[in-house]
């Protein structure tokens, strides 16, 4: 099957403000299908190269109507928040061409229990697990699983809700700041406890039509906030791609195993999935089998910002799956790896301080990306303002050589209170 028909040059909006939409803007402004790029509401990053209107991720109409202001012929959902908005289904009923699954398909990342529901339907392999509202039963529940857990903040958490536990007592402690305590709000008035899995993480993506998948380069995501795999869960402090040398034989099972079950599931739901499929797994060693850890219902950050440049040109397959037309198609990567570092703040994942002042971005080589995340830049120049400020990626014909060039970009840069993991592929 052939590319599907495009426009003779595309006027393509990005929505939403992270270094993944700041890699999604990149990677179709280099595509020659693509005639303009805009992104909404965009950061400090997007602003340099690119129309930054100010509608947020959320505003479903607002999106519409600025999408039909800048006569829009494809729009890429970012963040979760997006999906779990509607945005998708307020595109499909404006007529408008959109990369992203409408709000009954996304359900499969905005609730953990209703994924974990469609897995046990459909026969994809998962961690065995119980659903709770109340503490009472989730504590007695626990205390009867004598292994290592996972509790799980059922709704959206920026990441940030699950807690990886070695102990009874931590995972009593975790779902009771989220269901008595209120931690993560109302994402954790329900919460999800399972089997801790073991084995080497890996992130699969998948771009859907609603019927059928191809497969992007998995990649490897570090979630934890310290070196060793050590500390809180974070949005993600790095990664690199391709995840593993059988990368191709992991993806054929994966697609086979998991994304057209779960396809075939929401169909039947009369939810089809439309947009990214991020795959979160856990690979067997030995046998190289993959047991799902979650569901997110668009591309991963940091992972989209070392899949992408990896990708000649991904602007096809967002038409594709955004017209029903993906099936038949497959993404021919650039050959070499890519490794991608988060700077972050001191006290990251939690609160974080007034911006600080950031130097260093006009010295990292142009053959280095940095993809912008929490960042500001006035007449005094550039500030690190988030949490997560900014990732460095580099690609190169090795792991090794992608890795020492992210690194060695991102030693140029400096803001107080910097941190970093330093073992983002090290050993990969």
């Given at each position: 099957?052939?590319?599907?028909?495009?426009?003779?040059?595309?006027?393509?909006?990005?929505?939403?403000?992270?270094?993944?939409?700041?890699?999604?803007?990149?990677?179709?402004?280099?595509?020659?299908?693509?005639?303009?790029?805009?992104?909404?509401?965009?950061?400090?990053?997007?602003?340099?190269?690119?129309?930054t209107p100010s509608v947020a991720a959320t505003d479903a109409a607002g999106l519409v109507a600025l999408a039909r202001a800048q006569a829009t012929d494809l729009v890429i959902l970012?963040?979760?928040?997006?999906?779990?908005?509607?945005?998708?289904?307020?595109?499909?009923?404006?007529?408008?061409?959109?990369?992203?699954?409408?709000?009954?398909?996304?359900?499969?990342?905005?609730?953990?229990?209703?994924?974990?529901?469609?897995?046990?339907?459909?026969?994809?392999?998962?961690?065995?697990?119980?659903?709770?509202?109340?503490?009472?039963?989730?504590?007695?529940?626990?205390?009867?699983?004598?292994?290592?857990?996972?509790?799980?903040?059922?709704?959206?958490?920026?990441?940030?809700?699950?807690?990886?536990?070695?102990?009874?007592?931590?995972?009593?402690?975790?779902?009771?700041?989220?269901?008595?305590?209120?931690?993560?709000?109302?994402?954790?008035?329900?919460?999800?406890?399972?089997?801790?899995?073991?084995?080497?993480?890996?992130?699969?993506?998948?771009?859907?039509?609603?019927?059928?998948?191809?497969?992007?380069?998995?990649?490897?995501?570090?979630?934890?906030?310290?070196?060793?795999?050590?500390?809180?869960?974070?949005?993600?402090?790095?990664?690199?791609?391709?995840?593993?040398?059988?990368?191709?034989?992991?993806?054929?099972?994966?697609?086979?195993?998991?994304?057209?079950?779960?396809?075939?599931?929401?169909?039947?739901?009369?939810?089809?999935?439309?947009?990214?499929?991020?795959?979160?797994?856990?690979?067997?060693?030995?046998?190289?089998?993959?047991?799902?850890?979650?569901?997110?219902?668009?591309?991963?950050?940091?992972?989209?910002?070392?899949?992408?440049?990896?990708?000649?040109?991904?602007?096809?397959?967002?038409?594709?799956?955004?017209?029903?037309?993906?099936?038949?198609?497959?993404?021919?990567?650039?050959?070499?790896?890519?490794?991608?570092?988060?700077?972050?703040?001191?006290?990251?994942?939690?609160?974080?301080?007034?911006?600080?002042?950031?130097?260093?971005?006009?010295?990292?080589?142009?053959?280095?990306?940095?993809?912008?995340?929490?960042?500001?830049?006035?007449?005094?120049?550039?500030?690190?303002?988030?949490?997560?400020?900014?990732?460095?990626?580099?690609?190169?014909?090795?792991?090794?050589?992608?890795?020492?060039?992210?690194?060695?970009?991102?030693?140029?840069?400096?803001?107080?209170?910097?941190?970093?993991?330093?073992?983002?592929?090290?050993?990969?």
């Open positions: 099957m052939t590319a599907p028909a495009l426009a003779d040059r595309l006027r393509v909006l990005v929505v939403g403000a992270g270094g993944r939409e700041h890699a999604l803007a990149w990677a179709c402004a280099r595509s020659p299908r693509v005639a303009a790029v805009a992104c909404t509401p965009g950061n400090a990053g997007t602003a340099e190269r690119w129309p970012g963040p979760d928040s997006a999906v779990a908005a509607g945005v998708g289904d307020a595109m499909a009923a404006a007529g408008i061409a959109c990369f992203g699954p409408t709000r009954a398909a996304g359900q499969v990342e905005s609730s953990k229990a209703f994924a974990k529901a469609c897995m046990d339907r459909a026969g994809i392999p998962t961690a065995p697990f119980a659903v709770f509202d109340d503490l009472a039963p989730a504590r007695d529940f626990i205390r009867a699983h004598p292994g290592r857990l996972v509790v799980k903040a059922d709704g959206l958490a920026l990441g940030k809700g699950v807690t990886v536990c070695d102990t009874a007592a931590q995972a009593v402690a975790a779902a009771t700041a989220l269901l008595v305590g209120g931690a993560r709000g109302e994402a954790g008035r329900r919460v999800v406890i399972e089997d801790r899995l073991e084995g080497e993480e890996i992130s699969c993506f998948a771009v859907c039509d609603g019927e059928d998948a191809v497969m992007l380069l998995p990649a490897r995501d570090y979630k934890r906030a310290h070196d060793g795999d050590r500390g809180p869960n974070t949005g993600g402090m790095g990664a690199f791609a391709p995840a593993r040398p059988d990368w191709p034989a992991v993806n054929a099972r994966v697609r086979r195993e998991v994304v057209l079950p779960l396809l075939q599931e929401l169909a039947r739901q009369g939810a089809p999935y439309r947009g990214c499929l991020y795959v979160g797994g856990m690979v067997d060693p030995r046998t190289g089998a993959v047991t799902v850890l979650e569901f997110n219902a668009r591309f991963g950050d940091p992972e989209a910002q070392v899949v992408l440049p990896l990708l000649p040109d991904p602007v096809p397959w967002l038409v594709g799956a955004a017209t029903g037309q993906v099936g038949g198609l497959t993404p021919v990567p650039a050959a070499g790896a890519a490794v991608g570092v988060v700077a972050t703040r001191r006290g990251y994942p939690g609160p974080v301080r007034l911006p600080v002042p950031l130097t260093g971005l006009d010295t990292v080589d142009a053959s280095t990306l940095v993809f912008h995340m929490g960042t500001r830049r006035s007449a005094a120049g550039w500030r690190a303002a988030g949490g997560r400020v900014l990732t460095c990626v580099a690609t190169a014909p090795s792991l090794a050589e992608a890795r020492q060039r992210a690194y060695g970009a991102l030693a140029r840069v400096r803001f107080p209170g910097q941190r970093q993991r330093q073992d983002i592929a090290a050993g990969a």
